[in-house]
Nanobody
Framework: QVQIVESGGGLVQAGGSLRLSCAAS????????MGWYRQVPGKQRELVAD???????NYADFVKGRFTISRANAKHTVYLQMDSLKPEDTAVYYC?????????WGQGTQVTVSS
């Protein structure tokens, strides 16, 4: 089993920054990709950014140029640096890991951007 733990959410004013962290632990054989998704009530969960084992990154158009996903030297830890935040970025942010054994999600962390 794999556990995913997120941290770093909170309340920030528009234009501000937050950094989310995500760590995967447990019986990990191989993680091919880790990423961040977000969800607001009544809408589907959507991809924000992900990073593949080889280091390639992928971003949703609505965060390009503002958010940066990165990986720690411990490869099972990823970060999401969120700059120039907008009120529409308000959501619960979930970390996801695609592991050899299956797909795993964290419990989510709330990000609220006030105008």
């Amino acid at each position: 089993q794999v556990q995913i733990v997120e941290s770093g959410g909170g309340l920030v004013q528009a234009g501000g920054s937050l950094r989310l962290s995500c760590a995967a632990s447990g019986n990990i054989f191989s993680i091919s990709v880790m990423g961040w998704y977000r969800q607001v009530p009544g809408k589907q969960r959507e991809l924000v950014a992900d990073i593949f084992e080889g280091g390639r990154t992928n971003y949703a158009d609505f965060v390009k140029g503002r958010f940066t996903i990165s990986r720690a030297n411990a490869k099972h830890t990823v970060y999401l640096q969120m700059d120039s935040l907008k009120p529409e970025d308000t959501a619960v942010y979930y970390c996801h890991a695609e592991e050899f054994q299956g797909s795993y999600w964290g419990q989510g962390t709330q990000v609220t951007v006030s105008s």
